[in-house]
């Protein structure tokens, strides 16, 4: 299964919560708007990634998992 990190850009109020729980993948534009980096997240960042998802205060960050 591949999964990636998806930011709803109209739901999103610019927090940057979701950078400083995974600034691996996340960066924030000049206004503190997310930035996600492209392509499947690896195994072994995936808690970060699911943490970032679920303390996102307008639940603007979702994950999303493919298989094949």
């Known amino acids: 299964m591949t ?23 996340v960066e924030l ?8 980096a492209r392509g499947a997240i690896p195994e072994e960042l995936l808690v970060h990634a699911r943490r970032a998802a679920e303390a996102c205060p307008k ?8 298989s094949g």
């Open 3 to 25: 999964t990636y990190l998806r930011v709803d850009p109209i739901a999103c109020t610019g927090d940057g919560l979701c950078a400083e729980l995974f600034p691996e993948w």
């Open 29 to 36: 534009d000049d206004w503190g708007y997310p930035i996600i």
């Open 59 to 66: 639940l603007a960050l979702t994950l999303r998992v493919e």
